[in-house]
């Protein structure tokens, strides 16, 4: 079952431009940063001659955090919004499918598309640093760290955004949750080690990313079971 | 009557203080076409809603084959199709992908498309976005739709709403059309006499919420008290006529050339028109007046604030 509804839910978003956002993103933040270390290329690889593919990969990691919290919002809402304009929910669920199944569809479908931003962004962090000049000696490790981890502690707004979306008809209301998340993720490492927004920065005491996304995945796995048993539970409109 | 394919015992919504739907006891056979009627707001969508499993109901329960909705949703659905109110489509999307997208769930052949495709004469336009079709071109996809899983069961809620009279009459011919070939017991619902009358084999009446007539269209006609309207050249020749044979006519008020008969049977009618003739009487129009919809839930439900 999980299978047709998953072929179905991808077949939905042809033509949407959700590839095309999911391509902007990265880009846009890989292109933001390669802009800043142009026009300051001097001052920046004397202030971080120790180590430039840790200061690039950084530089990215700290501007993606507000645009994966507003990709979250916007692509949630998308996929949601499919089935909201013409109110196909009716027509989705009078399908022989569990209602569990339809909504952990859609949030692996976000999901996915998610990683595949992750991915994009690691791969022009690679091109952005040699690009720069910066050799080819890559910090794997840290790379993947940055690039994935984010994902993962990001899962407790993931999971918000997907249940918002879906419940809610008026789209307004979700968008508005992601646009206040990703403003206030800007004060984000200047809050408490508990403070969901700050793990998304991959900063704690213990100074272990990890620490960061184990919790991310525990609060969105809670979250995501909160809001499947509401959608279940929930009337179709 | 043939075995239920619906049967609901005592359903009943309550949403806020109102109830929505109160104790209802459906019974659909199998093969019938079943006339779900009521005007706007009297629960019908509400009902259908709770036949698919869409709402829960506040009381009550829903069989279908058989089964328990509730505990058997899944393998009772699949043998389901149904359009509920307005069609649900992917407008960016074309008529084949719409179709493709429910297949993935129904799992079903792909060549099911096509079939689908032909029966709706959707065939030429399969490649172009749905935004772009017109509502009855939509409303035809959506039985497309529902038709897809080859369902033994077809639920449509008014699938004739804001269709111009031509698409009216395909969607009735289709309609009518599903249980001979198909062998589909058919419940479609509406808010028009007329409509569900020319396609319906059993009929069922809600009113706030409340089913309150449940039979044959045959008994819905005996019970509605059409009369026959005979107009001829001789009135009071007529009358006689008719009485001397067992049949209280009535003046119409206007015209003393106008007759009102109760409801007669076919071939009883077709005797009177025969007397008539034989007797050098000119019978210029032979009509049936109905009463309206309105009329017969005053009627039906016994008071005037029923509507």
Redo the contacts between chains.
């Keep these: ?1 999980m299978r ?2 998953m ?2 839910e991808w ?2 978003i ?3 431009g959700i590839w095309l956002l999911i391509a902007l993103g990265p880009l846009g933040v890989v292109g933001l940063q390669a802009l800043n270390f142009f026009l300051r290329y001097d001052y920046l690889t004397k202030r971080y001659a120790d180590d430039l593919w840790g200061a690039v990969i950084g530089n990215v990691h700290q501007l993606s955090v507000p645009t994966l919290l507003m990709g979250i919002a916007i692509v949630a809402s998308m996929i949601a919004g ?1 089935e909201h ?14 209602k569990w199944c339809v909504f952990a569809c859609k949030f692996t479908l976000l999901c996915t598309l998610l990683v595949c931003a992750c991915t994009l962004l690691a791969a022009g962090t690679v091109v952005l640093g040699i690009a720069l000049g910066y050799g080819t000696d890559i910090p794997l490790v840290t790379l993947l760290v940055k690039s994935y981890l984010p994902f993962l502690a990001a899962m407790p707004f993931a999971a918000l955004q997907t249940w918002l979306s879906i419940t809610i008809k008026n789209q307004a209301i979700p968008l508005t949750t992601g646009v206040l998340f990703s403003v206030l993720c800007l004060f984000g490492t200047a809050v408490g080690d508990w403070v969901p927004l700050k793990w998304l920065y991959l900063e704690n005491q213990w100074n272990e990313p990890f620490y960061s996304a184990g919790p991310g995945l525990l609060l969105g796995l809670v979250i995501y079971v909160i809001g499947l048993i509401h959608f279940i539970r929930k ?2 409109s | 009557m043939s075995e239920a394919v619906i049967e609901t015992n005592q359903l009943t919504k309550k949403l806020g203080n109102k109830m929505a739907v109160d104790r209802l006891d459906l019974r659909i056979g199998q093969g019938e076409i079943y006339g779900f009627l009521g005007p706007n707001g009297a629960g019908k969508t509400t009902t259908i809603r709770m036949l698919l499993g869409l709402i829960r109901p506040t009381r009550g329960t829903v069989r279908i084959f058989g089964r328990d909705l509730q505990k058997d949703r899944l393998s009772v659905l699949r043998r389901v199709g149904s359009l509920v109110e307005y069609p649900s489509y992917y407008g960016h999307l074309t008529a084949y992908e719409n179709l493709e997208a429910v297949r993935c769930i129904l799992d079903v052949p792909r060549s099911r498309i096509d079939e689908v495709l032909s029966v709706v004469r959707l065939t030429k336009e399969a490649k172009r976005p749905v935004k772009g079709f017109s509502l009855g071109m939509k409303q035809r996809l959506g039985i497309a739709t529902a038709l897809l899983g080859s369902p033994e069961l077809l639920i449509l809620d008014e699938p004739t709403n804001g269709l111009d009279p031509s698409g009216i009459l395909e969607m009735r011919e289709l309609i009518k059309s599903m249980p001979k070939q198909l062998g589909m017991t058919v419940l479609v619902s509406s808010h028009l006499l007329s409509e569900v009358e020319q396609m319906a084999t059993q009929v069922g009446i809600i009113a706030q919420g409340k089913l309150i007539f449940q039979d044959s269209i045959e008994a819905l006609r005996q019970h509605s008290g059409s009369r026959i309207r005979i107009s001829v050249d001789q009135g009071e020749a007529a009358w006689k006529m008719l009485l001397a044979s067992g049949i209280q006519a009535e003046w119409e008020l206007t015209d003393a050339n106008r007759l009102l008969l109760p409801h007669e049977s076919d071939e009883q009618l077709a005797r009177l028109v025969k007397l008539l003739v034989h007797n050098d009487i000119s019978v210029y129009r032979v009509e049936e007046e109905k009463r309206s919809l309105e009329d017969m839930f005053l009627e039906l439900t016994g008071g005037g604030d029923s509507l």
């Design positions: 079952m047709g509804v072929a179905s077949l939905k042809r033509r949407k499919i304009q013409t109110n196909a929910w009716k027509q989705t669920l009078a399908l022989p499918v569990s009337d179709v």
